[in-house]
């Protein structure tokens, strides 16, 4: 048995969440690493190879999953070995605490990478994508809401979505300020204005009402992560 292949299943039991302790301490073992300590998980859509940095950090690899030992830092300077090196795209875990823990750490990376939209080569932490990871762990309630929401966007030319969508993602991206909205699109404030109004009559949600506008920005993620609307 190779070393990858051995170190696959020893980390095999441990990623699927299913290890009992004594497959916790034979992977600790096998692999030279400690039962605690702090680490992070890795899903790329495609397997990679990471050369090592001479940093100290230890990667295992189980297919396209990765096992990270971190040091006193957190997982940035690991994942930016991983980008340098053309992975991606990638989700990453919170930090856990010991090897029992990387079946959580693996299914919270799972869901991080499901936040890459279409073509992308992000490896994104969970943490900055947990609303979005929500719509993307329920496909069929995201495709509902998508429809729900903006099916009449979806009739629409897709010169004529692009502007509508692209409007309203300045504006967000401009904290609701018509006026940023307007200089960032190098249109007139009241151009922004007109459209997101539009908007709002086409999907019948209010976005000075926060309960639609929380709504509209689910569905608005859940359209990101298809190809509808690019």
């Given at each position: 048995?190779?070393?990858?292949?051995?170190?696959?299943?020893?980390?095999?039991?441990?990623?699927?969440?299913?290890?009992?302790?004594?497959?916790?301490?034979?992977?600790?073992?096998?692999?030279?690493?400690?039962?605690?300590?702090?680490?992070?998980?890795?899903?790329?859509?495609?397997?990679?190879?990471?050369?090592?940095?001479?940093?100290?950090?230890?990667?295992?690899?189980?297919?396209?999953?990765?096992?990270?030992?971190?040091?006193?830092?957190?997982?940035?300077?690991?994942?930016?070995?991983?980008?340098?090196?053309?992975?991606?795209?990638?989700?990453?875990?919170?930090?856990?605490?010991?090897?029992?823990?990387?079946?959580?750490?693996?299914?919270?990376?799972?869901?991080a990478l499901l936040t890459c939209g279409p073509g992308r080569r992000e490896i994104v932490a969970l943490e900055g994508r947990l609303p979005t990871a929500l719509v993307a762990s329920a496909p069929e309630l995201s495709a509902r809401l998508?429809?729900?929401?903006?099916?009449?966007?979806?009739?629409?030319?897709?010169?004529?979505?692009?502007?509508?969508?692209?409007?309203?993602?300045?504006?967000?991206?401009?904290?609701?300020?018509?006026?940023?909205?307007?200089?960032?699109?190098?249109?007139?404030?009241?151009?922004?204005?007109?459209?997101?109004?539009?908007?709002?009559?086409?999907?019948?949600?209010?976005?000075?009402?926060?309960?639609?506008?929380?709504?509209?920005?689910?569905?608005?993620?859940?359209?990101?992560?298809?190809k509808v609307g690019t």
């Open positions: 048995m190779g070393r990858d292949t051995e170190a696959a299943a020893l980390l095999g039991p441990l990623l699927a969440g299913s290890a009992q302790p004594h497959q916790v301490r034979r992977a600790a073992q096998g692999l030279g690493l400690p039962e605690r300590g702090r680490y992070a998980v890795v899903v790329l859509g495609a397997p990679a190879v990471v050369p090592s940095d001479g940093s100290g950090v230890r990667w295992c690899w189980c297919g396209e999953v990765g096992v990270v030992l971190l040091g006193p830092g957190g997982p940035a300077g690991p994942v930016a070995r991983l980008v340098a090196a053309g992975a991606g795209p990638g989700g990453v875990s919170p930090v856990v605490d010991g090897l029992a823990e990387l079946g959580l750490a693996r299914r919270l990376a799972r869901a998508v429809a729900e929401v903006f099916g009449p966007l979806l009739v629409l030319a897709p010169a004529e979505r692009a502007l509508l969508v692209g409007t309203l993602e300045a504006w967000l991206e401009c904290g609701g300020s018509v006026g940023r909205a307007a200089a960032r699109l190098r249109c007139h404030r009241n151009t922004v204005f007109n459209r997101l109004r539009r908007l709002e009559r086409l999907t019948s949600r209010s976005l000075s009402h926060p309960r639609e506008l929380v709504e509209t920005l689910l569905a608005l993620d859940a359209l990101r992560l298809t």
